[in-house]
């Protein structure tokens, strides 16, 4: 599980760009001033803006908000591994606890998961 990189949802596409490459990460959540995750953006959003001028569009100009998945600190692995195959995603927000929280507190990445997978237990 990997911790949370967000952008802010007036962040320009630019800094986007760079926050990805940055921090060699594919995706990062998209928040509020207050820190509730509105939206996703990946790589694939970004290069979608290729053609457009970065230094003016805004995160929310490219985020995705249905693109949220959630899981939370408990749940088992093999639900999330489920979740993930079941809807072709590649991450999880980990949001806390309390259903009513919209702030992530981690991410659980597929990379994650095959990590796991991998331990000799």
Known sequence: ???VIS???DDLV????????QNRIHAV?????????VGVISEID??????EDIDTLKAEDIMCSSCI???TP???LIEAA????????????IMGEDAKDDVAVGVLSASDIVAEMAKNN
Do not use: W
């Not at 630019?14 to 490459?21: C, D, E, H, K, S």
């Not at 489920?82 to 927000?93: A, F, N, Q, T, W």
């Open 1 to 3: 599980m990997g911790g």
């Open 7 to 9: 952008v802010h949802l």
């Open 14 to 21: 630019r800094i986007v760009a760079q926050t990805l490459n």
């Open 29 to 37: 959540s998209v928040v509020t001033k207050d820190g509730a995750v």
């Open 46 to 51: 970004v290069i979608g803006a290729i053609d």
């Open 69 to 71: 998945r959630t899981i």
């Open 74 to 76: 408990q749940s088992p």
């Open 82 to 93: 489920k979740m993930m195959r079941e809807i072709k995603c590649h991450r999880l927000l």
